[in-house]
């Protein structure tokens, strides 16, 4: 616009110069100050038009000036006017935010806000700011064009969303009223539900508030400064032991420290060609708390082995500091742990643990076998050419879970198979072991119709990345290194078994002639006690049509058709089987059947939902004699 203004006026002083100079006879100089003074109106009367052309030229020359100065006077403030309302109005600043991804929103400019924003700054994170005090973000925020800041309420959905919450890596939460904290938290969660959210606490009994609010993270200040302060206070009670020994000797090693009242504050383990330790903080001041951990390592072996491969990586020396009620206290636990073999040295520096370790010829770097989890989805069929891939790399196929409806955690099986003799051993057992054989299936179909995982180690990253990429091009594999999380969602999405509601008679096995003909299984049946709220099951598995008629004829029995017909009238002719098919669209086939024989009353219900259908039905009149 100012550009416009300019050219404007320049061509107007140009046309008064040329104009001067042919048309009034005037020389170049005279000519730029005639067209100066008569466009800015002023004409000293030096001099003047004489012929009725020159006069005509001036007029124009007059009425133009006038004319285009107010219109580039004008555009100047329309310009300026613009500019200002621009910053005042934070137009600039919603455009870059507009512009903003993988951003961290963070929602408070206090003390803590700012010290939290320069760190952030440090690393070259982008931010965007939202403080509630609006002098703060237009006199202070705004001043600083790489701040970007948005006046309002975090707790607001549109002022979380204008500040790019749905395109953000991270939510930071630093205002100092929890309530705020938790309300904003909420916000964020129900906005973003896979956002990561860090938040502060200004009081320690709202932490477990706001972690059930949903943040990831709760930071209070009040819990970690007097973390601090206790730790400055224990400075002359406080005392770094360098101890030797291995997993079995740890009860002894803690026993000695806590029965002089000291506390065993961290655990330091002395890595070989690492400058800085590897620290982990422990905080253990009583014996049931040692007890605590000792019996977790003996329920879980992984755990176990993993400390134990520590241990042997530092060649079991590490550091522990230890904090007593005196001076005494800690010498008395130094000089018993001497007697007893475990200690190195007191306050000693890396250099000298380093020293310590080449003295009792213990320092030696032990390498790590590398490993993944592999979450995979194959019949018991494809077993031999799942193994033969895994093997030719030179892997070994350590374990396997299976993944079982109504159990939080996997049935886990060793397995250890690195030869593949071991492997022809096993399937030739199998094929002569139908009941074997069977229970194998019967497994595989109830984890998700096949979905299990197994922990495979091999030479190298190398190799594994090539039995990665073979069993993903066989159809195999669902992922890598899976959360407990992530492979529920998987056989949610790819699993083949389905809870199906029916209602018939007892006598009918229609449903089951239908689920067969279509290729699956059915595992059990299961009828429902209304007003006890109880569910009877009975195993099935019944795999194909010979299966089917077995259990047609079973049902004949006058035993068997009297107890049927009683639970099935007690559950007023309501009952679900467990079925499992070939893949998902065989599964869909199969419900799609039942539904148009009027049978189905649902596929995975709630079981809620299931007593809710069970106890609306009529109630039959029967006895039982």
Known sequence: MMLYALTAVSGLVVYGIIGSIYIMGLNPINALYFTVIT?????????????????????TLVLGGVGILAYAFTLTITVVTMAVEEITSGAKQRRMIAGTKDHF???????????????????NRNVIIIEKDKKIVEKELWNDPEVLAIPGDATDETVMIDAGLKRARGVIITTGEDVDNLFITLTAREIHPEIWIVTRASKKENIRRLYRSGADKVISPETSGAEDIY??????????????????????ESEIILKHGCTLENIEYHLPEFKEPLARKIGISEISELNRFLESLERENTRKKSLEKIYESVSGIHSHWISGPTKESLEAVANELKREGLLLGVNLDEEEIKEAARKHGRLVEVIFKPEMKITETHDVRDIREEA????????????????????????KRKVGLSKIEEMNRFLKKLEMDSNRMESLERLYTLSGGGIHSHTISGPDTTSLAEVEKELKKKGFLLGVNLSQKEIIRKIKEYGRVNEILLRHKPSETDDKKIIIDLGGRILDSKHYLPGLRQVVSRKLYIKDKEDLKRCEEEYKKPDARRSLETLSHISRNVHSHTVSARDVEASKKIAKALAKTGMLLGVDLPEEKIWEIVESEEIEKFCIE
């Not at 466009?39 to 007029?59: C, E, M, N």
């Open 39 to 59: 466009i800015a109106t002023v004409g000293y009367g030096d001099i003047s038009p004489v012929t009725p052309l020159q006069r005509l030229f001036v007029v």
């Open 105 to 123: 929103v963070l929602c408070g400019y206090g003390r803590v806000g700012n010290a939290v924003h320069k760190e952030l700054k440090k690393r």
């Open 231 to 252: 730790f400055a206070a224990m400075e002359p009670t406080i005392m770094k032991i360098t101890t030797m020994h291995g997993v079995r000797d740890i009860k002894r």
């Open 388 to 411: 033969e891939i895994i093997l030719k790399h030179k892997c070994t196929l350590e374990d396997i879970e299976y993944y079982l409806p109504g159990f939080h955690e996997p049935l």
